[in-house]
Structures are given as structure tokens and as C-alpha cells.
């Protein structure tokens, strides 16, 4: 019997194919954002804690962070589910990818909260 | 061709791989030395075999013109059909012969198609249309007409004789026996390109987990297939249908009306 999803593998791969493409522009705007000072400069604790308070910049991390955590675990998620074919080991792996991307997504939010001082 | 290239004969030496499934034997390497010429295939060469030395080697096999698709085989590493392979241009001193990857071996070169087969059948290879042409009207019947540019959407497609080297070269199939494989997937596409087909559900068949989205474009099944079918392209396409990048505006055939009488 044909169990019942949320999203269909192809609506799946879609937002993989459009978070990966996005995640490109957006890594390219925070690494040349970096570029705008001199390298040493930009690991400076005062500067990093200083683009946390930008709100342009905590934009452009959090959807860094979205992004490549969707990208990037359904990417896994897809590796993994060559491994092996039932059911349930699809189930557990799309249990904890998900799980964990949430998780991480979460995590990182938080800490862009607190360096931000919202 | 010269007079000479009938006098010339050299010898070529054949590796076969022989294993019984059905006795559990233990696979290995029989050697023969076998007389060729110019033309000689290696269908030619194991059949050679088969007659006049080990009459033991199961090998299948039927048209020997590359049209039923029966006697595809490993040779030298790569997937082939024996029967279109010439010793010639291989241009090696030994030729070995295995049975096709990612299938299960039943004896020597003989593997067992069930899986491919069902695939095959998975994705409904057939033309659907609601409208039942043949009982429709007693006296009339109905030609649906296509012009040569929607006829070439597809005709390549349609050459696949179902010969398995493409499944046997595909890196997916051989971690995944879910994935219903580039042969499918390229029949697929060729019956939803077709303009007199009406099926919109064929689809979701391989809108699947293990279904085409598996597919990693290693491209080999391109490079192997002996009628020149590119299954690789097939599949991108319906991908490209699926992600709704591209889409299918094919215009529903043409029917006319053909009066018998």
C-alpha cells in the first residue's frame, strides 16, 4: 500500500535544487562582505559582534543557515536512503534528518539572537 | 576484402565466466583458444566454444544482428551486446566474457531479467488513450495523426530493444534495486512524449523515493546503449517536466476520421 507523504520527491528535490542555488548568492554576499575590510580586520572579535548587530548582515546569516541546512540534510537524506531499502530504515532516516536539521537551524538561530542582543 | 583476409586466421584467447547457481558452484575462469577472422563477433567466438569444445557454456542468445537484445554480456570489462562486438575491434590478445553487472547471475553468462522486467512493466510501457479506437465505431476506425517533429520527440526512445546494458552500466542500480533504472525511465518518457497517449498519473510512478530523482547522471547508460538510445537525456527531460522547468504542452494527436469502406 502506498504510504501517504506530506511532500511529493519531486516537490522535495525542488526546494533541494532552490535552496542550493540560493545558497550560493548568499554565501557570495557574506564572503565578499568580508572582503570590504582587510582579512585579519574581519576576524576581529569587535567586528564579528559588530555585523551581528546589522540587521542586513543577521538577515543574510540566518538565511545562510536555513538554507544550507535544508540543502544539506536533504542532500544527506537522499545518500542515505541508497543504503538500504524498507521502510522503516526510511522512515528513521527521514525522522533524523529532519529532526536534525530543525535542531541545528534552531541552535544557530539562537546564537545569532543572543550575538545580536535582541 | 582481399583474398588473403580468408586465409589468415589467428587465434584469440577467450575467458569465459562460469558459475551454476543452481549447484551453488564457485565462480571462476574457463580459458579456450579460439580461431577468428575479420567478421568473427564474439558471439561468434563463444558459439565456436559451445560446438566444438565445452558444449556446457550457457550463453543466450537469438537474432545475432543486434535486434533481440539477447546476448548482452560484460566483454572486457564493459557492457556489450556479443552478437555486435567484433574480436577485431577490440584490439586485446584476451577477451574476457562475464555476465551483466546488476543482475543476478542463473548459470555462466545467463542472468535472470525479472527485476528489469518488472520495472519495465512498472511504468506502463503502453499507449493510454480513453477513447478504445478499435470498438468505438463498427465501421469506421480512428488514425491519430503526428507530424515528423512529434514523431522525433520520441522515435529514438523507441528504438530500446530491452537489451539490459544500460541497467548493467548504471551506478544507481547497483546500490539501489528499487530504482527502476535508465531503461525504464527512458521508456517512460518516450510514452509520455508521445502525443497520442493521454496518461497524466505515469508520472507519479517514478515520483518516488527510489524512483528517478536516484538518478546521479553518471550518464554510462548513454555510453553503452548499442542502438543509440541516450537514456540519460530522457531522464533529464521528465525531470525537467517534473520540476515544471519545462512544460508538456503536447498538443493531443490529431484524430481522423478513416472510413474503411
Known sequence: METQRLLKESQIMKIHYITGIAAIFVVAVHILMRLVVPFESSLNYDYIIANYKNIFYVLILESILVLISIHGFNGMRVILLELRQNTAWEKVITVITISSMIALIAYGTRTIILANGM | ?261
Open chain 2, 1 to 261: 576484402m582481399s583474398i588473403n583476409d580468408n586465409k589468415i586466421e589467428d587465434k584469440i584467447k577467450l575467458k569465459v565466466y562460469r558459475e551454476n547457481r543452481r549447484e551453488n558452484s564457485k565462480s571462476h575462469y574457463d580459458s579456450f583458444e579460439v580461431p577468428y577472422k575479420r567478421w568473427t563477433t564474439v558471439l561468434d567466438a563463444l558459439l565456436h566454444v559451445k560446438n566444438y569444445v565445452d558444449p556446457s557454456i550457457a550463453i543466450r542468445y537469438s537474432c545475432r544482428m543486434a535486434s533481440c537484445g539477447s546476448c548482452g554480456m560484460k566483454i572486457n570489462g564493459f557492457p556489450r551486446l556479443a552478437c555486435y562486438t567484433k574480436i577485431s575491434e577490440l584490439e586485446t590478445s584476451t577477451i574476457e566474457c562475464e555476465p551483466l553487472g546488476n543482475f543476478p547471475v542463473i548459470r555462466d553468462l545467463v542472468t535472470d531479467f525479472s527485476l528489469f522486467y518488472k520495472h519495465h512493466k512498472s511504468i506502463q510501457p503502453y499507449i493510454q488513450n480513453t477513447e478504445n479506437v478499435e470498438t468505438a465505431v463498427e465501421e469506421k476506425t480512428y488514425s491519430y495523426y503526428q507530424t515528423p517533429q512529434e514523431v522525433d520527440k520520441y522515435l529514438q526512445f523507441s528504438y530500446c530493444i530491452k537489451c539490459g546494458l544500460c541497467y548493467s552500466a548504471c551506478p544507481t542500480v547497483g546500490t539501489d534495486l528499487r530504482f527502476p533504472g535508465p531503461q525504464a525511465l527512458a521508456q517512460l518518457y518516450r510514452y509520455y512524449a508521445d502525443t497520442r497517449d493521454e496518461s497524466k498519473k505515469r508520472l507519479n510512478i517514478v515520483d518516488d523515493r527510489h524512483g528517478i530523482w536516484r538518478c546521479h547522471f553518471a550518464g554510462s547508460c548513454s555510453k553503452v546503449c548499442p542502438k543509440g538510445v541516450d537514456p540519460a537525456l530522457g531522464i533529464q527531460l521528465l525531470r525537467s517536466y517534473m520540476l515544471g522547468v519545462s512544460k508538456n504542452n503536447k498538443k493531443q494527436a490529431e484524430k481522423i476520421e478513416v472510413n474503411l469502406d
